[in-house]
């Protein structure tokens, strides 16, 4: 599949999760072209929904977005296209063999070859098909399809560097839904030329934010410790989780510069800092295990922060 052949009908976003999905699969790098192939798909239904002008939904998931075509398909007016059912089940295939495998984590994963290789079959046939009844985006009347980024809000995404497949999925889907509502994710990709300033590094890009997301996820599990030991204190603790401790200084970092703050945190990882859910001046949603990008607890935050992200759109108008 030539993906330039189908760039000029695509939002930028969607092209580069198409760009990301096939480049994992050139490079054999299966589990990120699956990744890549469904986080492409959720990003592209909401552009066919844009263009068939489907009622927006607060529903942020890739099963919610099928379930409103099939929907459409039963209720859409004579002016617009129905959508094949082959369409439709190609989607529904993508998320199902998505789910397979991030959330079946104790499964061996001896399918990842042909797995990719289905996903990218069928988003080929999906977007052979988006180009019968689209246009280049460049003759589209409606110009608002096309996105803009300087119309986006500039927020520092604070988190772990993943080490299981399910924490990559995790955070590939959070940024993608934050770019979503307006958001332009802003990272610290730092190099070994910055480890003698790390933090300087971290306070510079910080500075060019509106507001900052910190999300805790899993990096130490420690199975047994001591709290207060050799005191009057001294407790035992069995399965406690950590995050990284560098979130906690980068929140720190994105309270001095008064960002606005987000604070989005693995239900099991410990309470203390950052992540303290009694003493803390921020609020923090708590996301269960396994990760599920598509929790009630998740779409809630999502909708905190499209508040925000709307205000602040609308202070640049």
């Known amino acids: 599949m030539n993906i330039n052949d189908y760039r000029d009908y695509l939002q930028e976003t969607s092209f580069y999760h198409l760009k990301n999905c096939m480049l994992s699969h050139e490079n054999k790098e299966y589990f990120s072209c699956a990744i890549w ?37 039963k209720n859409h007016s004579a002016t617009f296209p129905s959508i094949p059912n082959e369409i439709i089940q190609r989607c529904d295939n993508i998320r199902s063999t998505r789910n397979r495998l991030v959330h079946h984590t104790g499964l061996p994963k001896t399918t990842l070859v042909e797995d990719a290789k289905f996903i990218t079959a069928g988003i080929e046939v999906i977007l052979n098909w988006y180009k019968t009844f689209s246009t280049p985006k460049h003759e589209k009347i409606n110009e608002q399809i096309i996105e803009k980024p300087d119309n986006k809000v500039p927020v520092f995404l604070s988190t772990i560097t993943p080490h299981t497949p399910e924490q990559e999925y995790f955070i590939q889907t959070i940024i993608y839904k934050l770019e979503s509502i307006g958001i332009k994710i802003v990272r610290a990709n730092l190099t070994v030329y910055d480890k003698h300033d790390p933090i300087g590094k971290i306070r ?7 507001g900052a997301v910190i999300l805790g996820l899993e990096k130490s599990h420690a199975y047994f410790l001591r709290e207060k030991e050799g005191t009057s204190h001294e407790t035992e ?11 906690h200084l980068e929140g720190g970092l994105a309270n001095a510069l008064g960002l606005k703050v987000f604070v989005l945190c693995q239900h099991d990882v410990c309470s203390d800092g950052i992540f303290d859910r009694v003493w803390n001046t921020y609020t923090v949603a708590d996301i269960n295990t396994p990760l599920d990008e598509d929790s009630q607890e998740l779409n809630l935050f999502l909708d905190h922060v499209k508040s925000w992200t709307n205000s602040e759109l609308n202070s640049l108008k």
């Open 37 to 73: 192939g469904a986080v492409f798909i959720e990003s592209f239904l909401n552009q066919l929904s844009y263009d068939l002008d489907i009622s927006n939904s607060k529903s942020y998931d890739l099963n919610g977005s099928i379930q409103r075509l099939n929907q459409y398909n």
């Open 204 to 210: 510079e890009l910080m500075s060019q934010c509106k």
């Open 237 to 247: 603790e069995v399965h406690r989780k950590y995050t990284s401790g560098w979130l």
